[in-house]
């Protein structure tokens, strides 16, 4: 049985939890609520919040109708938030999954976390160990303005950080492919962008990775040949859940 103050340290470091999912995407939806029922919590828990995602009809000048789609699905989450007043929030992607230390390694970062300043927390630290600072005791990194990291399928944010990447995300949408002032781009990397341009914003990443991305079909890059045949597409997602399952 998970234990009550798992759940009670994510509300408490993060607020409320908004999980980005397809409509369509039943299997991830599911796949999710069992990530999130190891911890006390469900997609049906008061804090935690489903956003539909966005599938836009084409690219829009973006790399791919996926790019289009998420920029605009983690836009309207940012959005959100600054609707609904929130003072921060959790981010999570659908095929989000927790580290199997998670749970061991959650009430200190909770802790950790209650004492620091902070507008933005990636749930890893990045692919470049050459370039990214070393951690300190409590296994969080000041991150560079100027250090981009890829990947959101766990991060946080909040209130100020979501005040300021708006209006930049939204110009973003009215400028043409390669501006120097940033036009449609991936979303890590224009959140990246706006950490770059906006250095007094704080920025931490954890170490090792508090969670990663699950083996599922992506929404984003082009299906492979085995996810467009419907029998094919059902095998290989029992085969990626089975593959995850043996993992933890």
């Known amino acids: 049985?998970?234990?009550?103050?798992?759940?009670?340290?994510?509300?408490?470091?993060?607020?409320?939890?908004?999980?980005?999912?397809?409509?369509?995407?039943?299997?991830?939806?599911?796949?999710?609520?069992?990530?999130?029922?190891?911890?006390?919590?469900?997609?049906?828990?008061?804090?935690?919040?489903?956003?539909?995602?966005?599938?836009?009809?084409?690219?829009?000048?973006?790399?791919?109708?996926?790019?289009?789609?998420?920029?605009?699905?983690?836009?309207?989450?940012?959005?959100?938030?600054?609707?609904?007043?929130?003072?921060?929030?959790?981010?999570?992607?659908?095929?989000?999954?927790?580290?199997?230390?998670?749970?061991?390694?959650?009430?200190?970062?909770?802790?950790?976390?209650?004492?620091?300043?902070?507008?933005?927390?990636?749930?890893?630290?990045?692919?470049?160990?050459?370039?990214t600072p070393a951690p300190d005791a409590e296994g969080l990194i000041p991150l560079p303005a100027d250090l981009g990291l890829i990947q959101l399928h766990f991060y946080a944010v909040t209130r100020d950080f979501a005040q300021t990447a708006v209006p930049d995300l939204r110009a973003m949408l009215t400028r043409p492919v390669g501006s120097p002032e940033g036009g449609p781009m991936h979303v890590d990397g224009a959140l990246n962008w706006v950490r770059r341009c906006h250095p007094e914003l704080t920025a931490l990443a954890i170490s090792p990775e508090i969670a990663g991305q699950r083996a599922s079909r992506s929404d984003i890059a082009a299906p492979r040949w085995f996810d467009r045949l419907p029998l094919l597409r059902h095998l290989s997602a029992a085969l990626r859940t089975y593959r995850q399952g043996k993992r933890r």
């Not at 828990?45 to 489903?50: D, G, M, Q, S």
């Not at 989000?96 to 970062?109: E, K, Q, S, T, V």
């Open 1 to 131: 049985m998970p234990e009550p103050r798992l759940a009670d340290s994510l509300i408490e470091s993060f607020g409320h939890i908004i999980i980005i999912n397809l409509p369509g995407r039943a299997d991830r939806r599911r796949e999710i609520d069992r990530e999130l029922r190891r911890f006390g919590l469900s997609l049906t828990h008061p804090a935690v919040t489903l956003f539909p995602a966005i599938r836009p009809k084409d690219d829009g000048g973006f790399p791919s109708i996926g790019a289009h789609g998420a920029f605009h699905s983690h836009l309207g989450v940012l959005e959100h938030v600054l609707a609904e007043g929130w003072d921060r929030a959790l981010i999570l992607e659908d095929d989000m999954g927790f580290a199997p230390d998670f749970a061991a390694r959650l009430p200190a970062l909770a802790t950790a976390l209650a004492t620091r300043d902070w507008h933005m927390l990636y749930g890893h630290p990045g692919h470049k160990p050459d370039q």
